[in-house]
């Protein structure tokens, strides 16, 4: 990877509960054509490999109501989880513990609960990286 002198790069990334979840599921599936990267991973690569680029960064606050997600008989909530793990019919294919486990931690991790509905943080950062 080479960043030129006065070169830019531009990254949006999504993170909060999601990236937090992405890396759980990580933990699971260790698929080597699905890797989650998020913004603290670009970050530390970045200070790594780069250390003389600066970079700046603006986040967005970002909520996803995923209250079907929990619905074992909502097919919406079933197309919402499949997209959000990238797991193809997760509710069919992932085994029960797994699937226990990260719907659980997706709730109480990384999801606030309302009255009425279960929010996925998923806030969003544009990272730019610049090298004088």
């Known amino acids: 990877m080479q960043l030129l002198k006065e070169g830019m790069m531009f990254f949006k990334i999504a993170g909060g509960g999601w990236e937090k979840l992405g ?33 700046q960064t603006k986040q967005r606050e ?17 197309y919402m989880i499949d997209f959000i793990t990238q797991i193809y019919k997760f509710r069919d294919n992932c085994k029960p513990e797994i699937q226990k486990q990260i719907l ?19 806030d969003e950062t544009s990272l730019i990286i610049f090298k004088d």
């Not at 996803?64 to 919406?76: G, L």
């Open 62 to 78: 970002l909520w996803v109501d995923v209250t079907d997600c929990f619905n074992e008989k909502s097919q919406i909530g079933s």
């Open 23 to 55: 890396i759980i599921i990580g933990k699971y599936y260790r698929d080597p054509d699905y890797n989650f990267i998020g913004i603290h991973a670009i970050k530390d690569i970045f200070d790594r490999r780069l250390p003389n680029v600066k970079y």
């Open 104 to 122: 659980y931690y997706m709730r109480n991790e990384c999801c606030n609960s309302g009255d009425t509905a279960i929010l996925l943080n998923s």
